[in-house]
């Protein structure tokens, strides 16, 4: 009997020692992404800076000069652009598309000049 409680406690430890080992690699792992990220932010930004705004202008332009639904307008966006979100504003005829606390832009629709990015002096995201 003792040698069978002795087993399983070699058992409990190493089971312990697995489960620390794999917190240790996953949190090292997790170090290691937001390293590179933070080492690729100003990249990353204005990317999402470009992605943005075209996005804005496409759905915009899909939105106000087409006529279609901005469901329906995220069908004309390239591959890669997932993770920009549209709203619009009817009231100003805006559609703003953002990733949520990295990037925003916005594009209004101006009678004669179709849709135009605005800039922040424009009350542009």
């Given at each position: ?12 430890k190493q089971r312990i020692g ?35 705004a075209y996005g804005a202008r ?68």
């Amino acid at each position: 009997m003792a040698t069978i409680n002795r087993n399983n406690e070699t058992a409990s430890k190493q089971r312990i020692g697995k489960g620390r080992m794999v917190l240790y690699i996953s949190g090292l792992f997790m170090l290691i992404l937001v390293a590179i990220f933070a080492y690729n932010y100003s990249f990353i930004k204005g990317q999402l800076g470009i992605g943005t705004a075209y996005g804005a202008r496409v759905a915009c332009s899909c939105h106000y000069i087409g006529g279609r639904d901005l469901t329906d307008c995220e069908k004309d966006f390239e591959p890669g652009m997932e993770f920009i979100g549209l709203s619009q504003d009817d009231e100003k005829r805006r559609v703003t598309a953002s990733v949520p606390l990295l990037a925003s832009a916005t594009a209004e629709f101006r009678e004669g000049w179709g849709c135009v990015l605005l800039t922040e002096a424009d009350g542009g995201q």
